[in-house]
């Protein structure tokens, strides 16, 4: 990425350029309503717009005329101008997605990781992504990875699944693609997949919990993504639920994770993985079945804790864990409204998704696209995406 110029003319040119893209993300508008929006004056607007109608980035629409007159020129984004890679990486497997500027898939790939060495796990996303791009123009790479993540730099301080510990992932990936990358944790690639596509879209304050393996948190606190001092918001496995319980990977007792992640589940119904568990609550199996029971009861219990402490609007479950949603669904609803203070119920939505890997891998060129077209003007950030489309080296 290229580095942040603060108060510089170009600095400040991308910010004008990122806020009129950002307008027209939402749709067909004219150069008068964006200098309304964004606050620039109408020279600017016209001037910035002039050099995206040259770059192919936007077009120009008519709209039918009402009453004879002369029909208003509209802007809108030129989806197929560029595009951008999305990936979710896990200890298994490389899922990767080609989108275009509306976040629409165009194409997919994936690759099997057999080892947590970082030199390898990048030369795989690099073969992907090269896979993927083609002779396109590509605007840079998102990318979506389980543990705590400096959002800021890119670096993974630890990583959940990889034992990755201050890995640089962000420079590794730029310096074998020639494109800037954007690196997050993976359920705020979720998150960023709801707000584009999903039951979060416009809404202003949202928590995804995501079931599987582990749990994860990611949240959007007053229309913004929370991320924490340090990139680690949203640990939630990692919230104590029971004093002195059963070791957590982690090396703690009694995590929310420890207890409801699908390991534990299997290890408490004797099966190797979650879909023999799940088989044998299904088809009867007494004590497999109250072991989902215990499962949404505990975590509709933690789940209604966050809720008395962030009043999100809406919660969305997702993740694999969601195959099981009709095992414990009805002792999580129990739990959950016997937890949530009254004042908090009225207005509270949750809803359940689908399991889809690729819609992790679709948020994350999400993440960049957010980037792309709406900068963090922090100035203590290391860079930004640049608006400039290029191919992969």
Known sequence: MQPVRVGSKELIREINSSLVLGELRGGLVSRTELAKRTGLSLPTVSEIVGEMLASGVIEERETASSGGG????????????????????TETKVIAVLTDLNAGIVERATAAVTTNDVGTVVRTVAKVVRTLTGKRSVYGVGVGVAGVIDRATGVVRHGTYSDWHDVDLAALLEKKLGLPVVVDNDVNTLVASEQWFGAGRGVSDVAVVSIGRGIGLGMVLDGRLYRGAGGGAGEFGHTKVVADGPLCACGGN??????????????????KTIEQAIDKARQGDK????????????????????????????????GEGTRAGDLFGPSFDEALRETVFDGLQRDLEVVVDDWDDEAWAQGAAGLFLGELFQPNLRPDEAGRPSLTARSAS
């Open 254 to 271: 009694g995590c929310l994770e420890a207890l409801i992640g699908e390991p534990a589940i299997c290890a408490q119904a004797g099966t």
């Open 70 to 89: 002369r029909r208003p020129v509209l802007l809108g984004l030129k989806a197929d101008a560029g595009y951008v890679i999305g990936i979710k990486l």
């Open 287 to 318: 004590a497999t079945t109250e072991i989902f029971e215990q499962v949404g009861r505990i975590l509709g219990t933690a789940v209604g804790n966050l809720v008395n402490l962030l009043n999100p609007k809406l919660i969305v479950l997702a």
